[in-house]
């Protein structure tokens, strides 16, 4: 069995396309479903996210895996492939599992040692477990993905200096605006992006807090942490005019902003500054609404050089977190190469299995026609000894000079002689 992974993230695609392929939470299970049912793999899970989509399979299929998968991404989000290819990844064996273990650690993040990941991750083996997509190479991958992010988070400092996209949203909101405490913010959404990007803005003091969402009562948890009001999004068009900040993330496949709706928000503002931050993939705001000349609109790409100024206090904990990573990679190689050997050894311990059986039976006759027992048991050991030596020494015995060589290699080996 193969383990591979295919996907795109922020290294490899820029936003546009990145959420073009992001699968719906809801459409999940079919999505596996429909990808095992084309017999492109024996087991799958797919993690997608803001920053990365990616399908983990356990396949048998060798080399042909990969072409095919890539056109089953493609054609499921109906892109041409040809514009898909290029922005691809196809990792097997070692290099798919080192791949699980750095994403689950934070290594492979926009933010480097951020743990959002690893709770997304978990996530991923849940829809695949849920849609019986999860076997036992893929579920033993996602296990002891889990265990190295936790190893890395308790034995390095990669978590300590690490810079959240929230964070990053505050330092800009500080470059527009003389103090953020003089401001009213709005929350779009109320999932955890959201709650971390509340936690990190309520901590500056703003005037007012916001959180609209389409279920008001999920808005109503957060008012409850943080204060400030709730809103449904049906509620935008009237409200949106008051707020100086709106940082919007939500699982709409289609903008909750339009351009036309900021435009009508900056006129009853008099041109007041709007600072907009849209953590969502597909995006929440129209990427149109950054023509608008009093409008300050940020993707998660934008904030990625603001998040990179953390990079060099994180270089050491990045280090000893790599070589954590790949001696697990070693052992879960391992682990994988006994699973190969599990039908042959399985094999062996029937054969000699039937050998003994054969044996107890033949002294079970012996015993009832009254015999000596202990004649009976040492003619029992005896046959049974011949029997599981016959393969090895006959094969001693065989083929040429060098094969009967590489057969006495092998024998000292085994036996430890």
């Not at 992974?5 to 290294?11: D, V």
């Not at 992001?22 to 299970?29: P, S, T």
């Not at 695949?128 to 036992?136: I, K, N, R, V, Y």
């Not at 928000?265 to 000349?293: G, H, N, T």
Request: charged share 25%; hydrophobic share 45%; proline share 4%.
């Amino acid at each position: 069995m193969q383990l591979a992974a295919i996907g795109l993230n922020h290294h490899t695609a820029p936003l546009q396309l990145r959420e073009r392929v992001v699968f719906e939470v809801e459409r999940l299970r079919d999505a596996l479903t429909g990808f095992l049912g084309a017999r492109h793999a024996r087991e799958a899970a797919i993690l997608s996210t803001c920053n990365r989509t990616e399908v983990y399979c356990a396949t048998d299929r060798g080399a042909r895996f990969a072409p095919d998968a890539i056109d089953w991404l493609a054609r499921y989000h109906r892109l041409d492939p040809a514009e898909l290819h290029p922005h691809l990844y196809t990792l097997d064996q070692d290099s798919a599992v080192r791949h699980a273990f750095r994403v689950a650690a934070g290594l492979d993040s926009m933010v480097v040692g951020e743990p959002q990941i690893l709770g997304q991750m978990k996530d991923a083996a849940r829809n695949a477990a849920d849609a019986g997509a999860l076997g036992t190479y893929l579920h033993q991958l996602f296990q002891r993905s889990f265990a190295v992010a936790k190893e890395v988070r308790s034995q390095t400092a990669i978590g300590e200096s690490s810079v959240s996209m929230a964070a990053a949203a505050v330092r800009l909101a500080e470059r527009i605006f003389p103090s953020v405490a003089e401001t009213n913010v709005l929350f779009i959404g109320a999932g955890e992006m959201i709650e971390l990007a509340a936690t990190h803005f309520a901590a500056q003091g703003p005037r007012s807090l916001a959180f609209a969402n389409r279920t008001v009562e999920r808005a109503l948890r957060l008012t409850g942490r943080f204060g400030g009001h709730a809103m449904r999004l049906a509620d935008l068009p009237a409200e949106l005019a008051r707020f100086d900040i709106v940082v919007s993330c939500t699982a709409s496949s289609l903008p909750i902003l339009g351009k036309g709706l900021i435009e009508r928000a900056l006129k009853s503002r008099r041109r007041r500054p709007m600072f907009m931050v849209d953590l969502a993939v597909p995006r929440d705001i129209e990427p149109e609404a950054a023509q608008l000349s009093d409008v300050y609109l940020y993707t998660v790409d934008d904030l990625a050089e603001v998040v990179r100024e953390g990079v060099e206090a994180r270089r050491g904990a990045v280090h000893q977190a790599e070589a954590i990573i790949e001696t697990r990679v070693q052992g879960f190689m391992h682990w994988l190469d006994a699973r190969g050997q599990a039908p042959l050894i399985r094999r062996l311990r029937e054969q000699a299995e039937a050998a003994r059986a054969a044996e107890l039976e033949r002294a079970l006759k012996a015993l009832r026609s009254g015999r000596d027992p202990r004649e009976i048991v040492e003619q029992m050991s005896h046959a049974l000894t011949n029997k599981l030596m016959h393969n090895p020494t006959a094969a001693l015995s065989a083929g040429d000079a060098t094969s009967r060589n590489a057969s006495a290699a092998l024998v000292e080996t085994l036996y430890k002689l």
